[in-house]
């Protein structure tokens, strides 16, 4: 295969006042009988901004079209790009778009570590995680020496790093998981809820859906198992009520009228569902809404 690149650099200027500086790479692959063509430019800002675009010979995109790196790199950054090189692409700091933020920070990778980033560019939580979750209720998961915890918005590890996996706080609780067991803990880092179930899910309305021996019930923010496990299936609570099915049929239809309401205590307060509104009710999955 015969790899070919032509590079262009220089200054990005506008009515004549230098602004920025460009680098672009254009590279030819010949691969048998065909060509194929990759264009890349680099627009870098002494504000912090840069844009990119990257384009193929079969499709295009944009990687994203504005971002921010370290300010005190910028020198250096073009320096490099000055001389050719490309490594220092991995120097750059790019801003996610908003549907990755939660509570203000988002995930941030660098140089093989995870941490968390604010929407001016900021690296507020540094790099030193093996994996990270989202923020929910002021706390991410972060992982650590193959264990997971929970920091704060400052970065402050307030569980200790003692799991083997878990999930985003949801009316104050998390799961973790450890010896292949499932719990929770409160936003204290006291287990609550000791390890002794197969799946867990959220907390809705004061009570959470756990898994045990392949039967699903309905515990208490004290651990008290206030719905047994004998449910195939189950859905969290809402407005007072939850679905649950009691019966393990492959029959879709008989399936789907087997779906009752509940209430807290467990007494069925509606008999049976209509089939439609039963088969358009989306059915959990337990490992939808856990792990990280």
């Not at 790196?69 to 490309?86: A, C, G, H, I, P």
């Not at 991995?90 to 570590?113: M, Q, S």
């Not at 569902?273 to 792990?291: A, F, G, H, R, Y």
């Amino acid at each position: 295969m015969d790899d070919s690149c032509e590079y262009n650099s220089g200054p990005i200027t506008r009515e004549e006042e230098e602004v920025g500086y460009f680098f672009e790479e254009s590279k030819a692959n010949e691969i048998g009988d065909e060509t194929l063509y990759s264009y890349s430019r680099w627009e870098l800002f002494p504000d912090g901004t840069f844009t990119c675009n990257t384009q193929r010979s079969w499709e295009s995109w944009d990687i994203p079209e504005e971002g921010i790196f370290e300010r005190s790199r910028y020198e250096e950054l073009v320096n490099q790009m000055k001389e050719l090189k490309t490594d220092w692409i991995d120097e750059l700091t790019y801003i996610p778009d908003d549907e990755y933020f939660h509570e203000g920070l988002a995930t941030f990778y660098k140089c093989g570590k995870w941490g968390f980033i604010d929407k001016k560019g900021i690296v507020v939580i540094p790099c030193i995680f093996d994996s990270a979750g989202d923020f929910s209720e002021g706390f991410a998961g972060i992982k650590r020496n193959e264990k997971w915890g929970f920091v704060d918005n400052t970065g402050r590890e307030v569980i200790s790093c003692i799991y083997d996996d878990g999930g985003n706080f949801h009316e104050g609780f998390a799961g973790v998981k450890r010896n292949e067991k499932w719990g929770f803990v409160d936003n204290t880092g006291r287990e609550v809820i000791p390890c002794i179930y197969d799946h867990v899910r959220y907390f809705y309305e004061g009570l959470a859906e756990v898994e045990r021996n392949e039967k699903w019930g309905f515990v208490d923010n004290t651990g008290r198992e206030v719905i047994p496990c004998q449910y195939v299936r189950t859905m969290h609570f809402q407005e007072g009520k939850a679905q649950v099915n009691e019966n393990d049929t492959q029959d879709r239809f008989s399936f789907a009228r087997s779906w009752i309401y509940i209430d807290k205590t467990g007494r069925r307060i509606i008999e049976k569902k209509t089939e439609n509104d039963s088969v358009s009710q989306k059915i959990s999955n337990p490992d939808d809404d856990l792990p990280f």
